[in-house]
C-alpha cells in the first residue's frame, strides 16, 4: 500500500479469541508514526467488549473478548507533510497474568506504508537560497 502527504490513510486491526475461554482484561497496544493524527473506533462482537470510541490515537487498552469471538478497530490517520517513509504501524495483544497463551506467535503484527515519489528531506529545506547563488 501507498500513500501520500496530505491524504488520509485507514488501518485495521482484528483481535480474535479462538477460545475456549473468555479473556478479560487482555491488553491492546500500538504504535504509529508520531506525525500521524489518528481516530480509532472499535467493534465488539458477539458478548465481547472494547471502547467503540472514535477515541483519539491508536488501538489500546484493556478489553474482554468471548470465545470464538472478534474485536474489530478502525484507524484513520491524516498523513503530515512531515512524515517520514515508510510509515510503520505496530499492534499486539496479550493476555492477562491470570491466563496462559498457548500461541503467543500471533499476538503481534506490523506494517509498513511506502510514501511514493518522496523526496529527501532533511529540515533545512526553507529560508533564502543567497548562500548557494552565484549572483553577486
Given at each position: 500500500?501507498?500513500v501520500?502527504?496530505?491524504?488520509?490513510?485507514?488501518?485495521?486491526?482484528?483481535?480474535?479469541?479462538?477460545?475456549?475461554?473468555?479473556?478479560?482484561?487482555?491488553?491492546?497496544?500500538?504504535?504509529?508514526?508520531?506525525?500521524?493524527?489518528?481516530?480509532?473506533t472499535c467493534?465488539?462482537?458477539?458478548?465481547?467488549?472494547?471502547?467503540?470510541?472514535p477515541?483519539?490515537?491508536?488501538p489500546?487498552?484493556?478489553?474482554?473478548?468471548?470465545?470464538?469471538?472478534?474485536?474489530?478497530?478502525?484507524?484513520?490517520?491524516?498523513?503530515?507533510?512531515?512524515?517520514?517513509?515508510?510509515?510503520?504501524?505496530?499492534a499486539s495483544?496479550?493476555?492477562p497474568?491470570?491466563?496462559?497463551?498457548?500461541?503467543?506467535?500471533?499476538n503481534?503484527?506490523?506494517i509498513?506504508?511506502?510514501?511514493?515519489?518522496?523526496?529527501?528531506a532533511?529540515?533545512?529545506?526553507?529560508?533564502?537560497?543567497?548562500?548557494?547563488?552565484?549572483a553577486?
Amino acid at each position: 500500500d501507498t500513500v501520500a502527504p496530505g491524504e488520509s490513510m485507514q488501518v485495521f486491526v482484528e483481535v480474535l479469541n479462538l477460545g475456549p475461554s473468555p479473556v478479560q482484561g487482555a491488553s491492546v497496544a500500538s504504535s504509529v508514526d508520531e506525525t500521524l493524527v489518528c481516530t480509532t473506533t472499535c467493534a465488539a462482537g458477539s458478548g465481547s467488549a472494547c471502547d467503540a470510541g472514535p477515541v483519539a490515537g491508536v488501538p489500546g487498552g484493556l478489553v474482554y473478548l468471548n470465545p470464538d469471538s472478534v474485536l474489530d478497530f478502525a484507524m484513520t490517520c491524516s498523513v503530515g507533510f512531515d512524515v517520514m517513509p515508510p510509515i510503520a504501524f505496530h499492534a499486539s495483544v496479550a493476555p492477562p497474568p491470570t491466563l496462559t497463551d498457548p500461541d503467543t506467535a500471533n499476538n503481534l503484527r506490523s506494517i509498513s506504508v511506502a510514501i511514493p515519489g518522496f523526496l529527501f528531506a532533511d529540515g533545512f529545506e526553507a529560508g533564502s537560497t543567497d548562500r548557494w547563488s552565484s549572483a553577486p
